[in-house]
C-alpha cells in the first residue's frame, strides 16, 4: 500500500500544481476564424484591492470583444472564470495567453494589463473572481452576462 502511494504522490502533486485545462465550446475553432476582430468592442476592467470595476457587465453573443483587464491596485490580481471562458470562442492567434490552457484563470500582474479577445457563444449569466487568496472574500468577485 505504501509503495503504492509513493508512485501516485507525484501525479498528485502535478495535478494540484496546474489548473486543469478548459476545452473550447463545439464550433470555437470556425466561429473564431470567421469572426471579425477588427471590430471588437473594448470592454475595460479594473482590478484593485479588492475590487473588479464594473463588477458586473454585459456582452452579446455573437459579437467579438477585447476584454481590458487593468490592475491598477498594488498587488497582483486574476480574472477567473472558467464558466465565461468555457463557452467562448478566442482569437485564433491567443496561443500561449489563452485562459483555457490556465483552468480559465487571466493572471494580471499589479499595474500590468492583459487583453483577451473573445467572441461569446452562449447566452447566460457567469460568475468570475480573483483566485488570490482571500480576494474574492474581501470583494473581488462579479458576474458577465452574456444576452
Ligand atoms: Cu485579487
Known sequence: MRRQLAHLLPLLLAA???PAAIRPPPGAAEQAAAADWSHAT??????D???FT???????????????LENVGSRSH?????GLFGTVALRPDTGQA???????????????????????????SFDFFCGKPLHATLGMRGRVIVD
Do not use: K
Request: include cysteine; glycine fraction near 6%.
Open 54 to 68: 464594473p463588477a458586473q457587465f454585459t456582452l452579446h453573443a455573437g459579437q467579438p470583444v477585447r476584454l481590458r
Open 49 to 51: 484591492e479588492f475590487e
Open 98 to 124: 489563452s485562459p483555457l490552457a490556465n483552468g480559465g484563470i487571466v493572471e494580471v500582474p499589479f499595474s500590468q494589463t492583459r487583453e483577451v479577445f473573445l467572441l461569446p457563444m452562449q447566452r447566460g
Open 78 to 82: 486574476d480574472f477567473t472564470a472558467p
Open 42 to 47: 473594448t470592454v475595460t476592467v479594473t482590478l
Open 16 to 18: 494540484c500544481a496546474a
